[in-house]
């Protein structure tokens, strides 16, 4: 079967896509974007419950990327290979899960605007632990 993307370029992808993300994470904190892009919009009545959510998602976008950049070998740990290669399903289940919830999502945005954006970073994913 011919490939249509290396793991390398699909690993480029994704960090590329999770920096996008954690930028778009601390412009929120620092209230350069407005609340309501994440979360659905239903984040917007609690000042603290949002920077919460965001630090969460912050961490966790920067935990995916150091996962896919070691996975790939930008991040070299030889003796954490398992538990890189188990943590690499992770991030493909967290992105199929979330690609699948955004198509019945709340907003209009993350139904429509998001889902093309969101199914190509599970693809990618899924290409990852294909190597």
């Known amino acids: 079967m011919k490939r249509l993307i ?3 370029a699909a ?3 994704l ?14 904190m620092l209230r350069i974007l407005p609340a309501s892009v994440v979360w659905g919009g239903r984040s917007n009545d609690s000042p603290g419950n949002l920077m919460a959510l965001e630090m969460v998602s912050l961490i966790v976008t920067l935990l995916f990327g150091l996962i896919v950049a ?14 890189i290669s ?8 967290y992105f199929a899960f979330n690609t699948l919830t ?19 970073r599970a693809a990618a994913g899924a290409r990852l632990n294909d190597s």
């Open 70 to 83: 070691a996975k790939i070998g930008y991040v070299v740990v030889p003796k954490l290979r398992k538990i």
């Open 102 to 120: 955004s198509c019945i999502g709340v907003s209009a945005g993350a139904r429509d605007g998001l889902r093309r954006l969101r199914s190509s």
């Open 11 to 13: 690993a480029n992808v």
């Open 15 to 28: 960090l590329g896509g999770l920096g996008a993300l954690a930028g778009l994470h601390v412009f929120v």
């Open 6 to 8: 290396g793991a390398r």
């Open 86 to 93: 188990v943590s690499t399903w992770v991030v493909f289940g």
